[in-house]
């Protein structure tokens, strides 16, 4: 009794997670994110991974393959952004993300660095890292990418609508988004939609900037020039964008800016004028971060998932580097989804009669 135990024991360790994966007709990545308790697995497949894994009698040493994973498997996270609240979020998903995923996570800031610094930076580290995590604006760096891709190293870019054959990339529709907010309020009865801009390096700066404009013109709306301010997705360029709208002989009725740092500055801005927001300015942001309750009222905004792209942007990244010898590369251009948050910082425009407004209080979605 005794031998035929330790022979069912012999057995299920020389299981492995290939053969499960060969059993389940399914790639080991997707064994290992099943066993690792990772959402974002289709119920069909994990219901046959937990069959294939039960009936192999799989006994996965988790503690050993984590450690052994994290040996050989060294991600960098670079960033330079002015958000700190943004900044949260991604880190966040990153830590989440190589923790599940069973690699070392190595985060680092270039703040403080000048062009000519970072392209050496770049060239050191590509001899030290598997992958590399670019946020913007160092994603739009053409130098920095060409010194990690010109090593071999993969790259994934997160919120930047810059993907190419070069790099993959995971954003949301940021036309589409702003397209939405705007529509949004219009359909309150805004026709006067003062609008700050983002980074003009970035481009889904752009892109937000074309959304807007795009609403009006589906709405009819004449665009109007003065109505729209330069920003930098820093508060302290939110508060002169928004001082710059509010001195306008007539002024906007609603405040679009494209990031919550600013549109967070434009409430200050509103309250130190006596203006009333929502009755008599709305203000609408972007990213949906911490910044975005941080303020009364708290804003409506678009919300980006950024703790899940940068937590998704470990798992491409894990995948190509232990992708097979044989097998091709690959880029991947990863849209999630986007929604819009409705909170307390809209109402229709004040009427001639001074009734008060009617607040929204609804939340709705929407995803690609």
Known sequence: MKSSHKAVRRKASAITIDDVAAHAGVSAMTVSRVING???????????????????DYRPNLAASALAAAQHTCIALIYTNPSSSYLRELLVGALRGSTRAAAQLVIASWDELGTPARREAARQLAGSVAGVILPP???????????????????????????????????????????????HLIAHGHTRIGYITGDPNQTA?????????DAL???????DDALVQPGYF???SGLEAAERLLALSAPPSAIFASNDDMASAVVSVAHRRGLAVPGDLSVVGFDDTSASTMVWPELTTIHQPVAEMADTAIDILLREIRRPASAPRGTVNHVLAHRLITRASVSRPLPATGRPPTREGRTTSHGD
């Not at 700066?205 to 404009?213: D, E, N």
């Not at 013109?217 to 665009?223: D, K, L, V």
Request: aromatic fraction near 6%.
């Open 38 to 56: 990772h959402a974002g697995v289709r119920e069909g497949n994990r219901a046959r991974v937990m069959r294939s894994v039960h009936e192999l």
């Open 137 to 183: 604006p160092l994603c739009e760096s053409e130098d920095i990418v060409d010194a990690f891709v010109g090593a071999g190293i993969p790259v994934v870019s997160i919120a930047s609508s810059q993907f190419s054959d070069r790099l993959s990339c995971v954003r949301i529709d940021d036309r589409r988004a702003s397209d939405e907010m705007v529509s």
């Open 205 to 213: 700066s752009a892109h937000r900037w074309q959304g807007y404009r």
């Open 217 to 223: 013109a589906a709405a009819g709306i004449h665009h």
């Open 234 to 236: 820093t508060y302290r």
